[in-house]
């Protein structure tokens, strides 16, 4: 009967209404207002509180999500790596003038976000056969040295390998031990997408692993390969690179690489097939799920149903 749909409607309406008042109390909710008083973005900001009452950990919106989706030019320094190839592929399939784009929202994140890697080995152990980090370069994207330290090896160096190494027994002196190094080095890298030529030898000289998503390997890049004219599987090194593409000289004369010099290398490599390399990158990624709370699409109106709200919250608000 008509009565009792009006009696249960206001059941209902009683149990909401306690439900709000335990939030008011608990500090989740802020104090009721009438609803003609009420803006779309405190509407919004409500229904964000109520679904973190469930235990929930979706993102609270302060504003109206807008129908037509736009893609900002710049990003945030805190963007994950599938961020930034995503904002890459978007802003790329937007047609002419596209690249200059790219490379405007690039210059914002990548300072503190890219960095290059460069590292010197010395032989230690048996008949110096065993390769420890003697000196570690970083650079940030625009090449500037931000880390250049020497590094003593924690076993005694049997080889100096200065032919390739540029290392003496005089850098020695002034060199600071391997786990400091370590963990100041490991600080820098942290949340930082790498670039490095062969990089997984500097890893292995940090004794450390660094995820795939987050490494950048020029040796390994098809895009550079290609532009160079060079075979997709071949084995090529930083220096014909440097001289194929960038048309210049490093790793000459008789003292030795500069770590310096080869992590701004890598980087400059990475830079030219910035726009393609991340592009493909973004083209492997899975398909990101839509959030329940910005999605314009959901209801809002269903986390009011008993299912959502905890028992003990319910008891204690009845």
């Known amino acids: 009967s008509p009565q009792g749909r009006s009696k249960k409607k206001s059941r209902k309406h009683q149990r909401f209404m306690a439900r709000r008042a335990v939030l008011e109390q608990k500090g989740l909710l802020s104090p009721h207002r009438h609803p003609g008083n009420q803006t779309p973005e405190e509407g919004l900001e409500a229904h964000a509180e109520l679904t973190e009452t469930n235990g929930t950990t979706a993102p609270r919106c302060d504003k109206v999500p807008k129908p037509k989706q736009t893609v900002s030019s710049s990003l945030s320094p805190s963007a994950s790596p599938d961020s930034i190839a995503r904002h890459h592929s978007v802003l790329l399939s937007r047609g002419n003038g596209c690249s200059k784009r790219v490379r405007t929202s690039s210059l914002v994140l990548r300072p503190g976000k890219y960095v290059a890697i460069d590292c010197e080995m010395v032989g230690t152990g048996p008949q110096g056969k065993l390769s420890e ?40 002196k002034n060199a600071i031990p391997f786990k400091v190094a370590q963990a100041e080095i490991l600080k820098i890298l942290k949340d930082k997408i790498v670039v490095g030529h062969a990089i997984h030898n500097d890893f292995q000289a940090l004794k450390y692993f660094h995820p795939k998503d987050r490494t950048r390997d020029t040796s390994q890049s098809p895009a550079l390969k290609k532009r160079a ?23 000459v004369g008789c003292k030795g690489h500069s770590s310096v010099e080869d992590a701004q290398t890598a980087m400059e490599l ?18 990101r799920p839509p959030s329940p709370v910005t999605d314009p699409a959901a209801d809002s109106s269903q986390y009011l149903d008993d299912q959502y709200w905890p028992t003990e919250l319910m008891a204690s608000s009845l």
Request: net charge positive; charged share 25%.
């Open 133 to 172: 980090l003697a000196r570690c370069s970083v650079v940030n994207y625009e090449g500037d040295v931000i880390y250049d330290k020497y590094v003593r090896p924690e076993l005694p160096i049997v080889d100096y390998r200065t032919r390739w190494s540029g290392i003496t027994k005089q850098h020695m």
């Open 270 to 287: 990475y830079r030219l097939v910035e726009v393609q390399w991340e592009k493909e990158l973004a083209h492997r990624l899975p398909p």
């Open 229 to 251: 004219g060079l075979p997709i599987r071949a084995n090529v090194s930083l220096k014909n690179l440097a001289r194929y593409l960038l048309h210049k000289k490093i790793q």
